[in-house]
């Protein structure tokens, strides 16, 4: 790719989000202070009403989520595409819950990782390996059980929160997972950062990197990428990083089973490193797994932006529905911008 195609365009100037706001620290606080005294039971049946509440609020995250819906499952009838948003918003709170209890509470999580013979050769993989993953699941617990499993240095890349003192709160959290779990690092995806060079360096040095190949938020550069009747826009830097470093590449999927228990989705490697390919060569394969697991596990992809779409050809969504348009609307980013 050129020079221009991978250059990181500056991010748009945005309001300043207010801490008691939906992308503040105030709340998380509150509820942290709930959760010492609630039990686990009540806390999960609490989120019902409070998510009910914050769907209906919060109308351009609700507006991105059934438009993803309606890429994915045009089958849904307007009153089914309604409930998946909230079953979306619903499986967000509680992975939340689940990382509340975790880091600050150390509850412990149980782990399920059907694709042990994957897992094991990934682990075995002499050299730098790439994992490819979403915003599915549980992000930074399952990064944390990731490194203790894997026994080699993980990196893994996050988006900062949109508050400085949400992303004070996130930062300390993750410097305690650091010192708890000296094979994780975390680093942060700034726009006047030279990240993809770090990375690129790490993985020459026999490391593993875990990104994001998902989700295009303000300062990510996105592609668009066709797949039959269905057009993603996906982040450009995993591919670039991809092409340069020419490692072996391998997807990972969390998935949320009950409470305090999640899956970890380890498939084959889509990409070998033997040969240099394009970026866009690489998403061309990624995108398929990618899309193998949102479309049966759409409740759990967590993203809040308008991300799939269908192509003009492809049949166009009931127009009885009686919400908006969502692909007329800009979302803003969710509440945690990279669980």
């Known amino acids: 790719m050129s020079p221009?195609?991978?250059?990181?365009?500056?991010?748009?100037?945005?309001?300043?989000?207010?801490?008691?706001?939906l992308h503040g620290a105030f709340w998380t606080n509150v509820l942290l202070q709930l959760l010492r005294y609630l039990p686990k039971w009540m806390a999960i049946g609490l989120t019902h009403p409070v998510?009910?509440?914050?769907?209906?609020?919060?109308?351009?995250?609700?507006?991105?989520?059934?438009?993803?819906?309606?890429?994915?499952?045009?089958?849904?009838?307007?009153?089914?595409?309604?409930?998946?948003?909230?079953?979306?918003?619903?499986?967000?709170?509680l992975t939340y819950l689940d990382r509340l209890w975790h880091m600050h509470f150390k509850h412990e999580v149980t782990w399920d990782i059907p694709s042990l013979d994957h897992f094991e050769t990934m682990r075995a993989t002499p050299g730098g390996v790439l994992i490819f993953t979403i915003h599915s699941g549980n992000y930074d617990i399952g990064a944390t059980l990731f490194s203790q499993k894997f026994g080699r240095m993980l990196h893994i890349v996050r988006i900062p929160e949109?508050?400085?003192?949400?992303q004070e709160l996130r930062a300390a959290e993750l410097r305690q997972v650091e010192h708890e779990n000296p094979h994780l690092r975390v680093h942060y995806n700034k726009t006047d950062s030279h990240l993809g060079l770090e990375l690129c360096r790490l993985l020459m040095e026999g490391n593993a990197v875990a990104v994001q190949g998902d989700r295009v938020?303000?300062?990510?550069?996105?592609?668009?990428?066709?797949?039959?009747?269905?057009?993603?826009?996906?982040?450009?830097?995993?591919?670039?990083?991809?092409?340069?470093?020419?490692?072996?590449a391998y997807p990972i999927f969390l998935q949320r089973l009950s409470c305090l228990k999640y899956r970890i989705v380890v498939g084959p490697a889509f990409l070998t490193g033997r040969t240099r390919q394009?970026?866009?060569?690489?998403?061309?394969?990624?995108?398929?797994?990618?899309?193998?697991?949102?479309?049966?596990?759409?409740?759990?992809?967590?993203?809040?932006?308008?991300?799939?779409?269908?192509?003009?050809?492809?049949?166009?969504?009931?127009?009885?529905?009686?919400?908006?348009?969502?692909?007329?609307?800009?979302?803003?980013?969710?509440?945690?911008?990279?669980?």
Do not use: C
Not at 68 to 90: D, T
């Open 4 to 21: 221009e195609e991978t250059a990181k365009p500056p991010a748009p100037q945005v309001p300043r989000h207010r801490n008691s706001g």
């Open 51 to 93: 998510v009910l509440l914050i769907y209906q609020l919060a109308g351009p995250q609700r507006r991105a989520i059934r438009s993803n819906l309606a890429a994915l499952h045009p089958e849904f009838s307007a009153l089914r595409n309604w409930w998946g948003g909230y079953q979306v918003i619903q499986q967000f709170a």
């Open 162 to 166: 949109q508050t400085e003192e949400l």
């Open 217 to 248: 938020v303000t300062g990510v550069s996105p592609v668009e990428m066709r797949l039959g009747d269905l057009i993603y826009k996906i982040p450009r830097g995993p591919l670039v990083l991809a092409e340069i470093s020419r490692v072996p």
């Open 278 to 339: 394009r970026a866009d060569d690489i998403g061309k394969v990624w995108l398929p797994i990618m899309d193998d697991f949102v479309r049966q596990h759409w409740d759990q992809w967590f993203v809040f932006e308008p991300l799939v779409s269908l192509s003009p050809q492809a049949t166009a969504p009931s127009a009885t529905d009686p919400e908006e348009d969502p692909s007329k609307h800009t979302a803003q980013t969710a509440p945690d911008a990279a669980l």
